[in-house]
C-alpha cells in the first residue's frame, strides 16, 4: 500500500460554477402551508440556499480542514482517502473511527481531535489514541470503486491492510450507520487485529442467527414493529438507494439545491433537534456535507453502497458472532436499533450506555459524550 499526503484542494472555478447554479435554481411550486410534513421546509431550503450563495465561506472551511492531516492510500483494492491524528504518546490505543451515509470524514473530525488530544480538551492525557478516520470507499475523497462488490466486508478488509500499512498491529474500531456494519465486519473476520468494537447504531441489516421456531421477546417483538412503522414513513430513501441507486444519482449529482434538500432531510429528520434542524447542526456544518459530496461529484457512488448491502447484508450464519468486546452507546433519537436482548444474539455486549440526548449524527450531536463513552470502554479492555 503506497500512502502519500493529501490537501483538500478546490479549483476557484468550481467555486464559480457552484455559484451560477444556486443562482439559476429552477424552485419548484410550494404547497402553502406545507412546511416539513412532506420532507422539505421551502421557506427553509430557500434561506439555506441564499446563505450558501452569498455568505457561506467555502476556502475558510476547506483551510480549515486541511488543518487535520489527510492522506491517500492506493494499493491492489483501490485508493482510499484518510485523516491521521496522531497522539503526542508513541504508547496510545489506535483507534479507527468510519462514518456512514450521509455523513463524511469531516463530521468525526472534532471527535477525532478530542480522542487524539485529551489533555487540549480537559482530559486525562492517558486516554489519548492515534485516531485514522478513512473516507468509505466511493465517498468524497474516496475514488469511486471500479467494479462491483464493495461493501462492508470488503471496506472492512481495506482498513484492515490502512492500518497494518500505518504501523497499527491491533486497533479499536468505532463506527456508526454505515460505519457500525464496517466495524461489525473487522469484529467478525477480522478479530485478531481488534480489541474491541463500539458502535452508536446496529446496522439495519443485522440478523443474528436464531434458528427454527425462534420466539422474539415481547421487547423484540415490539422493536420489529417500530421499525416496521419507521420505515414506512422514513425508509423511502433506502428503498431507493438499495435498489436503483443510478437512477437518483445523476439528479444529486446535477442540482446543488437538490443535493442540499436530500441531504439536509436527513440531519433534521435523524437528529435530537426537535424538527429545528439549526439547534443541532449550523449552517456551515450542514453545508460542509453538502459541499463536500457536490465537489467531489460522489454522491452516486456514495448511494450505491445501499445497493451492494443489500447484496450482502449483515446476516450472521449459525455459530457466526462478533465475540471481540462490544460497547453500544445509545443516543435516543437515533434511528431504531434492536434490544440488548437481540443485539447480545451476535455480539459480545459488555457494555450497553443510554445517552440522556443524541441522534443519529452523534459525533457532532453529542461529541464529549460520545468521547467519554468511547474512553470508559477502552479502559475495560486489554490494549498493549
Not at 98 to 119: N, Y
Not at 154 to 176: I, K
Request: charge should be negative.
Amino acid at each position: 500500500m503506497y500512502i502519500e499526503p493529501f490537501r483538500i484542494v478546490i479549483d476557484p472555478a468550481e467555486l464559480g460554477e457552484l455559484r451560477r447554479r444556486l443562482k439559476a435554481t429552477r424552485w419548484a411550486a410550494e404547497m402553502p402551508g406545507a412546511q416539513w410534513s412532506m420532507g422539505m421546509d421551502a421557506a427553509f431550503l430557500r434561506s439555506l440556499v441564499d446563505y450558501w450563495h452569498d455568505t457561506f465561506d467555502w476556502p475558510q472551511i476547506e483551510a480549515q480542514l486541511n488543518e487535520t492531516p489527510q492522506f491517500r492510500a492506493t494499493s491492489d483494492a483501490g485508493g482510499i482517502h484518510f485523516a491521521h491524528i496522531r497522539c503526542e504518546s508513541a504508547d496510545a490505543t489506535p483507534i479507527i473511527l468510519t462514518h456512514g451515509w450521509p455523513s463524511t470524514f469531516a463530521e468525526l473530525l472534532p471527535l477525532g481531535h478530542r480522542l487524539a488530544d485529551p489533555a487540549r480538551y480537559g482530559r486525562d492525557p492517558a486516554d489519548g489514541f492515534h485516531v485514522v478516520i478513512p473516507s468509505l470507499p466511493g465517498f468524497v475523497f474516496s475514488p469511486a470503486p471500479a467494479s462491483l462488490g464493495t461493501n462492508s466486508f470488503s471496506t472492512a478488509a481495506l482498513w484492515v491492510e490502512l492500518m497494518s500499512a500505518l504501523g497499527y498491529g491491533r486497533f479499536l474500531a468505532h463506527g456508526g450507520d454505515i460505519g457500525a456494519g464496517v466495524s461489525t465486519a473487522l469484529g467478525l473476520e477480522h478479530a485478531d487485529r481488534v480489541y474491541g468494537v463500539h458502535l452508536n447504531f446496529i446496522p439495519g441489516s443485522y440478523q443474528p442467527h436464531v434458528g427454527p421456531g425462534f420466539q422474539p421477546s415481547p421487547e423484540e417483538a415490539a422493536f420489529f414493529a417500530a421499525r416496521s412503522a419507521w420505515v414506512e414513513e422514513e425508509g423511502g430513501y433506502s428503498h431507493v438507494q438499495s435498489t436503483k441507486p443510478d437512477v437518483l444519482g445523476p439528479g444529486l449529482n446535477d442540482s446543488p439545491v437538490g443535493l442540499a434538500a436530500w441531504i439536509v432531510d436527513k440531519f433534521r429528520s435523524w437528529s435530537d433537534c426537535g424538527g429545528d434542524v439549526e439547534r443541532s447542526f449550523s449552517r456551515d456544518e450542514l453545508l460542509t456535507t453538502i459541499c463536500l459530496y457536490w465537489f467531489t461529484r460522489s454522491m452516486p457512488s456514495a448511494i450505491r453502497f445501499y445497493w451492494e448491502g443489500r447484496r450482502r447484508p449483515l446476516k450472521f450464519a449459525s455459530g457466526q458472532r462478533v465475540d471481540v468486546p462490544v460497547a453500544i452507546a445509545h443516543f435516543p433519537k437515533e434511528l431504531p436499533i434492536p434490544p440488548r436482548s437481540y443485539v447480545e444474539r451476535g455480539y459480545n455486549v459488555i457494555r450497553w450506555t443510554e445517552m440522556p440526548r443524541g441522534g443519529h449524527f452523534a459525533a457532532l450531536e453529542e461529541t464529549d459524550a460520545l468521547v467519554a463513552d468511547i474512553v470508559d470502554f477502552t479502559r475495560t479492555l486489554r490494549v498493549a
